[in-house]
Each structure stands twice: as C-alpha cells, then as structure tokens.
C-alpha cells in the first residue's frame, strides 16, 4: 500500500523536497508514496505547491488544507513531512503522532529543548514514527567519512575541526533565505548556531560520536538584516534578535574533541577552510574536499575517500547507502522515513538524534551566555536552559 504523504509548510524547503525528494524517489520506484495533501496556514503557497506536486510527480492534485488540525483529522495521510518554520515543528508533530500519524521534521529540529523533548515523548506514547529530515546526513561526503572510520581505516578520532565564520549565501547583513522569522528569537529559537549548527553537529556527531560537553561563545554581529531589491535599494528590514556568529569547543565520549565555527553575518568576506571539515585520528587523517575526501597517513600515502569507498566497500552497503546511485540527500533522508514508516521501524535518523543535534546547539548558545562550559546532559534533561525559558513559557511549554 502506499503511503499518502501530507506535507504541512509550504515554503522554500518544502519545494526541494518535492523536486529533489519525492520526484527522484517516483522516478527511480524507490519508495510506494502518494502525495495525497498538503497544508499552509498561507492558502496560496499551499495551492502553488499543490500545482508543483501534481506536475513534479505526474499523479493526482494532493488535496490542500490551511489549518494543520483538519488535516490530521482528515483521515488523509500515514506520514507527514513537517516543512514550517521552526516554531511550528512541534504542535505540528505533536498533533499528528497522538494521532498515529508517522512525522518527519526539518532541522532544527524544535523551537527548544524542552518542545523536542515533547515531540520524541509523543513518538513514544503512540508507536509512530519520528524522523529527523537532515539531508547532509545521507549525503556522500559524510556517509563515506563514517565509512572510512567504521572500516578503521584511518584509526579513531581525536581532533576534529569544522565550518567557518561565515555564510556567502547570507552574508553581510541579508534576511536569511528571505524568511525574517529566522531572525526572531521565538519563531526561530535560535540563529546561525541553531539553523546552520543542526547540520553540522549531525556531522560532528556522526563522525566523533556522541558529544559530553561544550563550551562557546556566540555573538551578534549584525542587528539589522536587509533584503534589497534589483537596484539595491533596500525593500525589507528585520531587526535580528538573535546570534549570527559562534565559536564552539566540543568534548566527545571517546575523549577526542572538536572546534567548531559557524555564522551568516559579518563584514567584508565570509571566512572558512578548504573542505570545511578536517579530522585527525590515531592513524590518519581525513579532509573534506570538492571531490569527497582526501585520507593521508604518515608514511605519505594519500587516497580519495570516495575512489576507496566505490572499489572497496561492500556492493550491498554501496546500494544501501546510495540505491540506483542515488546520492541526492532529500530523497535519501525521505526514503529512509518512508521506509520506517511501511515497517513500522525506526528510521536511521529518528527523533531523538534530531533532538541531540539540536540539543548541542543549545549547549553552545547556553554556555556563552552562563560563561562556562555545559554538559549535553544539563541542557537535555532541562537543567539548564536560561536562554530557552522565555521561549518555552511563550509556548506553554513551561
Ligand atoms: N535541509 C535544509 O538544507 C534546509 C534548507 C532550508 C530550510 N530548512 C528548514 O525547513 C524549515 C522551513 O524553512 P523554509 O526556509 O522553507 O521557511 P519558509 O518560511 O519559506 O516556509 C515555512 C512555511 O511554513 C508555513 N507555516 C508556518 N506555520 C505554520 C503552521 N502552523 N501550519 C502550517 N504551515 C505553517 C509558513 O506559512 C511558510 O509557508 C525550517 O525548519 C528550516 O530550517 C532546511
């Protein structure tokens, strides 16, 4: 049977699930699906995606809601791809799971620790599923990288070094992807450490195991952000409320530990290192580049991660991790919840890692603002969250 499909947000993201997720899975039969509904509180952008399904997929009008509640109690759906800004994720999830309704939600995952924790306990209590839509997740370079290191190919890690202080994309003062709820501390949560950091700390994760401790500092940089308009006059202003620069000292339970550098907003260029990402282990080393990865060891030999990984990694993992050749992390990331979802299984990225990566950016922002290192554990289990309570008391969630 295939699974209907609702997806609740119909912006940007929502759009390159459609045309780099469900198309691609529809194209190459990996996954049984209809995109039977779709669902913004902003009727227009719910009809303009509806159109965009029909024609992407070649299937039937999905049927279009403005209110979330009637689509959960339309009876329309198995699974729901939470596609709203940040402050949305968890009654959205919510909502469906009690409903038995199988939820996967874009990063970050929730508003703030305590909201994930919400969504993760309504998993639970129902048995649906609770996936984490982290595309980066799935995509070659890290998925060959954790590889590398499964295979012990380069020993075990002991530094890792990620990210840079600025976004090109974003930068110098932009209204981040044109959504100015990015910049407002209730609807976002947080900024760059949050919305970039989710991606990133799935990677620190996935690559350094889990993460024990962290130490920050997190800073605004710009307090106004722009959007300007062909001739560079300014057409839209937000007021930011919230962090666009973070430096990050992370400690992972094996004992190695991590700097990692993020933001979107500063002067002149953007700052980073080639690749991005840079790990030390016991007996090797593995840098990002354009091409995957380049392994090197101390006796000079160097190898790209990716031409190591095709000649010498099990065919079956090989169409595990990238079935049909498929490398395109939407449709990966979607598959794997589907697939979770026809099983009645956990997905590889369910809600509580979700809720873990986030959890590591709240440490960050957490620790600067105390001035002292934290531990995951103090920021998971609700010990600390200075920065996070008017915001949960502004959802009732305290
Ligand atoms: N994986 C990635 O690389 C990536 C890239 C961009 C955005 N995202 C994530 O996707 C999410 C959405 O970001 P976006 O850029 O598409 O934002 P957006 O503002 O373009 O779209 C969000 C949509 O949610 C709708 N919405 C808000 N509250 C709602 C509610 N209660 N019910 C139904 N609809 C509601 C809004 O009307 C809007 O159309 C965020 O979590 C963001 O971090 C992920």
């Given at each position: 049977m295939a699974v209907r499909v609702g997806i609740v947000g119909c912006g940007g993201i929502s759009r390159a699930h459609v045309q780099r997720g469900y198309r691609l899975l529809r194209e190459k039969g990996l996954a049984d699906f209809r995109l039977s509904a779709v669902c913004d509180v902003d009727g227009r952008r719910a009809e303009a995606v509806a159109d965009l399904a029909a024609s992407a997929l070649g299937e039937d009008r999905p049927r279009v809601f403005t209110d979330p509640a009637d689509l959960v109690a339309s009876g329309?759906?198995?699974?729901?791809?939470?596609?709203?800004?940040?402050f949305a994720h968890h009654p959205v999830a919510v909502a469906a799971l009690a409903a038995g309704i199988g939820v996967t939600v874009e990063k970050p995952f929730a508003v703030t620790v305590r909201a994930g924790r919400?969504?993760?306990?309504?998993?639970?209590?129902?048995?649906?599923?609770?996936?984490?839509?982290e595309n980066v997740h799935f995509e070659p370079r890290q998925r060959?990288?954790?590889?590398?290191?499964?295979?012990?190919r380069i020993g075990a890690p002991q530094v890792i070094v990620m990210g840079g202080t600025g976004t090109a994309a974003w930068f110098p003062d932009k209204i981040v992807?044109?959504?100015?709820?990015?910049?407002?501390?209730?609807?976002?949560?947080a900024g760059a450490v949050l919305d970039l950091g989710s991606h990133s700390f799935d990677t620190l994760r996935t690559l350094g195991g889990e993460v024990v401790q962290v130490s920050a500092l997190t800073r605004q940089l710009v307090p106004e952000r722009l959007r300007r308009g062909p001739g560079g006059e300014v057409v839209e202003r937000a007021v930011s409320e919230v962090d666009d620069v973070a430096l990050v000292l992370l400690t992972f339970a094996s004992g190695a530990i991590g700097m990692?550098?993020?933001?979107?907003?500063?002067?002149?260029?953007?700052?980073?290192?080639?690749?991005?990402l840079a790990l030390q282990c016991s007996a090797g080393s593995l840098q990002y580049?354009?091409?995957?990865?380049?392994?090197?060891?101390?006796?000079?030999?160097?190898e790209n991660a990716s031409a190591l990984f095709h000649r010498e990694a099990d065919p079956a993992l090989r169409?595990?991790?990238f079935p049909q050749g498929v490398t395109e992390g939407f449709a990966l990331e979607l598959r794997d919840f589907l697939e979770a979802v026809v099983r009645h299984s956990l997905p590889e990225n369910d809600g509580e890692q979700g809720l873990r990566n986030m959890a590591v950016a709240y440490a960050a922002i957490e620790s600067s603002l105390l001035g002292r290192g934290v531990t995951l554990q103090e920021?998971?289990?609700?010990?600390?969250?200075?920065?996070?309570?008017?915001?949960?008391r502004h959802w009732g969630l305290l």
């Amino acid at each position: 049977m295939a699974v209907r499909v609702g997806i609740v947000g119909c912006g940007g993201i929502s759009r390159a699930h459609v045309q780099r997720g469900y198309r691609l899975l529809r194209e190459k039969g990996l996954a049984d699906f209809r995109l039977s509904a779709v669902c913004d509180v902003d009727g227009r952008r719910a009809e303009a995606v509806a159109d965009l399904a029909a024609s992407a997929l070649g299937e039937d009008r999905p049927r279009v809601f403005t209110d979330p509640a009637d689509l959960v109690a339309s009876g329309t759906v198995d699974a729901i791809d939470c596609c709203t800004a940040v402050f949305a994720h968890h009654p959205v999830a919510v909502a469906a799971l009690a409903a038995g309704i199988g939820v996967t939600v874009e990063k970050p995952f929730a508003v703030t620790v305590r909201a994930g924790r919400r969504m993760v306990d309504a998993a639970r209590r129902s048995g649906a599923v609770l996936a984490i839509s982290e595309n980066v997740h799935f995509e070659p370079r890290q998925r060959i990288a954790s590889w590398v290191l499964e295979q012990e190919r380069i020993g075990a890690p002991q530094v890792i070094v990620m990210g840079g202080t600025g976004t090109a994309a974003w930068f110098p003062d932009k209204i981040v992807a044109n959504t100015p709820w990015r910049h407002q501390r209730l609807l976002a949560g947080a900024g760059a450490v949050l919305d970039l950091g989710s991606h990133s700390f799935d990677t620190l994760r996935t690559l350094g195991g889990e993460v024990v401790q962290v130490s920050a500092l997190t800073r605004q940089l710009v307090p106004e952000r722009l959007r300007r308009g062909p001739g560079g006059e300014v057409v839209e202003r937000a007021v930011s409320e919230v962090d666009d620069v973070a430096l990050v000292l992370l400690t992972f339970a094996s004992g190695a530990i991590g700097m990692f550098g993020t933001g979107w907003g500063g002067h002149g260029r953007p700052t980073s290192f080639a690749g991005g990402l840079a790990l030390q282990c016991s007996a090797g080393s593995l840098q990002y580049t354009e091409e995957g990865g380049l392994l090197a060891w101390d006796d000079g030999r160097t190898e790209n991660a990716s031409a190591l990984f095709h000649r010498e990694a099990d065919p079956a993992l090989r169409e595990r991790f990238f079935p049909q050749g498929v490398t395109e992390g939407f449709a990966l990331e979607l598959r794997d919840f589907l697939e979770a979802v026809v099983r009645h299984s956990l997905p590889e990225n369910d809600g509580e890692q979700g809720l873990r990566n986030m959890a590591v950016a709240y440490a960050a922002i957490e620790s600067s603002l105390l001035g002292r290192g934290v531990t995951l554990q103090e920021i998971l289990d609700g010990r600390v969250s200075t920065y996070q309570d008017p915001i949960d008391r502004h959802w009732g969630l305290l």
